[in-house]
Structures are given as structure tokens and as C-alpha cells.
């Protein structure tokens, strides 16, 4: 194991560089998420018709793909960024959709009487959503929840194959390729390391299960 | 033309609720059949027919979680305008009871009560929640204030639906089937509280089979069949002297169960 040991350092700027990838995009495909998945269930026709779209479209490119349109498409159309803005982009978009459905099913499991009875004490529609609906949603929604974003927080790796630097995954390149380390000792490591981000996340989960069953 | 098919029944205030020419499909279904109909301010008007007569639909119609197909709703004087702010600002002035209660379930008691006034009306917290405890109090629930809907008899949720309509402090209320999903021995504490708002003059359109109900508190009783009104009289004929075969039909099955 001496080439963890070696390139600790090199490991935990690594492993720090892959946290800080995970918690923005975390932040971001949340954000994004529930405002398609009220897209989805918007009665404008239209939103739920981009919603749909979206989801769609986004959903079933691969992910590589999604990142080399990001990195090679936009610049073409004038768009510019730096590797890491537009791989965490992707990021974001791809995971987006995914949290789009998890939210939307736990949505569909809010009784829709509820919503009437919201909708007909005067609460528009956006106000619906967040005071009656989405509370109740998430609830059903986080086990779901949860295995979207650690398939998230591994798909983060596929940023550093990319080219994305500095990140836990590209760290074994480096140890690998440029200082000719073997390339199992070197991998476990980056495991270990993507455990170390993935292990708390699921156990955090768990507990925010837990936490929000009790109030049913 | 309007129509006026009610014989007058006392001086009721203006008109509240009008529908005109009122049309309404669900696909090949035809469910409103050119309905119209106006409720007057105070006045409690009780809506009764067969399964699968439009009923709930009528009266979805009226605070517009159904659309129609044309004619037209007015309320208080003012369309029902399309879905939006203007809609919402509407719809607090309509009370609705459903048949399932729908109470919000991740809220208390109180906080179902006050989430419009805090939300809608732009209360402030506190007034809101002295508000809400006088009317759960005057539904008999306010020892409940704290609970979670699951944890109250149908009974009592239903008082606390009614509750939380009546804190927006509504023009009109509808209620839907509100005593059809309850035990036998609820059914009464529910017509009770509507009875009372019934004599404190508030206006309602209520759905019901309760003819008791219908007896004591309503003004006018309106027979629907097949989307169609096809009679409304004042309670007391209506029961009695049922002009319509269709009505006489109905009548006779429901008083032999
Ligand atoms: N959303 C809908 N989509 C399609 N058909 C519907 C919908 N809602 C109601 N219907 C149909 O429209 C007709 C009228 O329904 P409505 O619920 O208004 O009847 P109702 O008089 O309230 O009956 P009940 O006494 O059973 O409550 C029924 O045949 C019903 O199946
Ligand atoms: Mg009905």
C-alpha cells in the first residue's frame, strides 16, 4: 500500500476535490429537480410538455455523452467555461432528471384531494406545491432519493476520466500513468476514498428515513 | 334568459351563485346538461340524485377544480376567471367540504386551520391561530389542536375540514357527500355543526342523501338526474310531492334503505 501512503497528500486533495464536485452537484440536480418535477405536475400545459421533454431527452443520453456536449458542443456555439464548470454542469442536468422522478413519484403518492382542498382554500399552485405537497413527497421520496444521488456521487468519477482534474478518480491517473504506480493498490485506494464519501451519505439517508417516517 | 325555477322561498340577499347554460363532458360523457341554477346570498340549498348524476361535478364546477365546456359561472357577480391568481384569490371565497376530508397530513389541527388565513388572507401567526381555536372550538375539536389528522375519528375530521373552510371566512360553502364517509354515529355531530352554520345564515350548496338534513336546514332542494336538474322545490314539497317520475323513483329507494 505504500503507494497510498506515499501520495497521501495527493489522495486527500483528491478526495477533497471530489467531495466539493459531490455537494454542488448534490445542491444543484436537487434544485433543478423539483423545479421540473413541478413542471411535470403543473397544470399549464405547455410546462408539463417541457417537463416531459426534459426528462426524456436528458434521462436517456449517456451520461459521456451529455459531458462531451458540454465540453466540445457549446464552446462550438460560442459558450465558454472551464472543463470543471461544464463537467459539473453535466453533472447537475444528467442527475437533474433522475431526481425529477424520484420526487414525481412521491408526489403522485400525496393523495390529490390534498391538493384540491389546498387549491380550494385559495393557495396557488406554487404555494401548494411547497406548504402541502412536496413536504409529503419527500417523505416517500427518499429512499429513491438516495440511490440517485450516490449513483450521482460514483458518476462524479467518470468527470476525472474526462479530464476534469484534481479529483479523487484522476488522482490514479496520475499515480498510474505519470509516476508508473501499480494500478490495483493505487484503485483500491480511490475506492476506499469514494466509500468514504458514499458510506456517510447512505447512513445519513438512512437517519433522514427514520426522521421522517416518525412524523406520518 | 335566465331561468327561474325555484318558487320563491323567503327574501333571500342577492344572488350569490349563478350558472347559466352550464355544459360539461368528460369525453363522450355528457355530465352537466345546460344547468342553471342560482344560489342567494343565506340561502341552503341541498343537491340530491342517483350515483353518477353529476353532482360533484356541479359542484367542482363552482369553485372551477372542474372546468366546463360553456355557459357561464358567476360569482358574487364576477366570472370564474382561468387558472391563476385571480382564480385563487376567487376560490378563498368558496368554502369546499369533500367527501374524504382531505385534511393536509404532515400538519396539525391547528396548522390546517391557519394555513390559508396565514398564506392566502396574510394573517399574521398569532391572530391566525386564535381565530382557528375559536372555530375548532365551536366544531367541538379544540382539545385535538395538537394532533395529526390520522390520530382523529372521521367524525372529527370532517368538523375540522369544515373548520378550516370556515377560516377563510368564505362567501359560500359547498359540501360534498360530507356525512357518506362516516360511521353511522358521526354522521350526526357533522350535520350538527352544518345546521347550526345553516341557521347562522350562511350560504351552502350541499350534496347529501340526509334528508333529515335536508328537512330541517335547507331552503330548496335540487334534483339532479343524468346531468340534468330536473326538479327544485322547497324541501318540504319536494319530499312530499315529488313532481317528476324520475324523482318519485329515486325517493322511493332511498327511504326504504
Ligand atoms: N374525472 C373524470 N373523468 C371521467 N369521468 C368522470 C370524472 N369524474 C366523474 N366522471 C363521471 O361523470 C359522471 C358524473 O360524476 P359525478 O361524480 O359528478 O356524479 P355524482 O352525482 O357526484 O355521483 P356520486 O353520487 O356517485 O358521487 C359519472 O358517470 C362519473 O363516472
Ligand atoms: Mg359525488
Known amino acids: 500500500m505504500d503507494a497510498v501512503t506515499e501520495n497521501f497528500d495527493l489522495f486527500l486533495s483528491g478526495y477533497w476535490t471530489s467531495l466539493k464536485i459531490c455537494l454542488i452537484a448534490l445542491i444543484g440536480s436537487l434544485v433543478i429537480g423539483t423545479i421540473i418535477a413541478a413542471f411535470r405536475v403543473s397544470p399549464v400545459a405547455p410546462l408539463r410538455w417541457a417537463g416531459t421533454t426534459y426528462v426524456t431527452m436528458v434521462r436517456n443520453a449517456p451520461l459521456t455523452v451529455l459531458l462531451f456536449f458540454f465540453a466540445f458542443g457549446l464552446p462550438e456555439i460560442g459558450i465558454r467555461g472551464s472543463y470543471w464548470l461544464f463537467g459539473i454542469s453535466a453533472l447537475i442536468i444528467y442527475t437533474s432528471a433522475f431526481v425529477c422522478e424520484a420526487l414525481r413519484a412521491g408526489i403522485n403518492s400525496v393523495s390529490s384531494g390534498q391538493a384540491e382542498a389546498a387549491r380550494a382554500i385559495g393557495l396557488p399552485f406554487v404555494a401548494t406545491l411547497r406548504e402541502v405537497i412536496l413536504p409529503q413527497a419527500f417523505r416517500t421520496s427518499v429512499p429513491p432519493l438516495g440511490s440517485v444521488l450516490i449513483a450521482m456521487f460514483k458518476n462524479s468519477a467518470v468527470l476525472g476520466a474526462f479530464g476534469v482534474g484534481g479529483d479523487l478518480f484522476s488522482v490514479s491517473e496520475t499515480l498510474t500513468s505519470a509516476r508508473g504506480y501499480a494500478a490495483t493498490p493505487v484503485l483500491v485506494g480511490v475506492a476506499v476514498g469514494y466509500l468514504l464519501i458514499t458510506l456517510p451519505a447512505g447512513a445519513f439517508l438512512a437517519f433522514l428515513e427514520r426522521k421522517t417516517a416518525i412524523l406520518r | 334568459m335566465s331561468e327561474e325555477t325555484a318558487p320563491s322561498q323567503g327574501d333571500f340577499g342577492r344572488p350569490l ?21 342560482t344560489v342567494h ?31 357561464s359561472i358567476t360569482l358574487d357577480g364576477q366570472e370564474l376567471p382561468e387558472e391563476g391568481k385571480d382564480l385563487a384569490r376567487l376560490r378563498a371565497d368558496v368554502g369546499m367540504v369533500f367527501q374524504s376530508f382531505n385534511l393536509f397530513a404532515h400538519k396539525t389541527i391547528l396548522e390546517n386551520i391557519t394555513l390559508g388565513p396565514i398564506k392566502v388572507r396574510k394573517v399574521n401567526a398569532k391572530q391566525a391561530e386564535q381565530d382557528a381555536m ?13 394532533k395529526y389528522p390520522a390520530q382523529l375519528s372521521g367524525g372529527q375530521q370532517q368538523r375540522v375540514a369544515i373548520a378550516r373552510a370556515l377560516a377563510m371566512k368564505p362567501k359560500v360553502m ?19 355543526v352544518m345546521t347550526g352554520l345553516a341557521k347562522e345564515g350562511m350560504t351552502m350548496v350541499v350534496v347529501t342523501h340526509e334528508m333529515g338534513f335536508a328537512r330541517r336546514a335547507a331552503n330548496s332542494v335540487v334534483f339532479m338526474d343524468a346531468g340534468e336538474i330536473v326538479e327544485e322545490n322547497d324541501p318540504e314539497s319536494f319530499f312530499t310531492h315529488p313532481e317528476s317520475d324520475r324523482a318519485r323513483d329515486f325517493l322511493s329507494k332511498i327511504i326504504t334503505h
Not at chain 2, 351563485?17 to 352537466?32: A, C, P, S, T
Not at chain 2, 350515483?51 to 377544480?65: D, H, P, V
Not at chain 2, 375559536?134 to 395538537?146: C, F, I, K, P
Not at chain 2, 360530507?178 to 360511521?183: G, I, Q, R
Open chain 2, 41 to 71: 346570498a343565506g340561502e341552503v340549498m341541498v343537491v340530491i340524485g342517483p350515483s353518477g348524476s353529476g353532482k360533484s361535478t356541479l359542484c367542482r364546477a363552482i369553485n372551477r377544480l372542474e372546468t366546463i365546456d360553456s355557459g
Open chain 2, 134 to 146: 375559536v372555530l375548532l372550538d365551536r366544531v367541538g375539536v379544540s382539545a385535538q389542536a395538537e
Open chain 2, 17 to 37: 351563485v349563478v350558472l347559466d347554460r352550464v355544459e360539461k363532458h368528460f369525453g363522450d360523457l355528457h355530465v352537466l346538461k345546460n344547468i342553471h341554477l
Open chain 2, 174 to 192: 359547498l359540501f360534498d357527500e360530507p356525512t357518506s364517509a362516516l360511521d353511522p354515529e358521526m354522521i350526526n355531530e357533522v350535520l350538527d
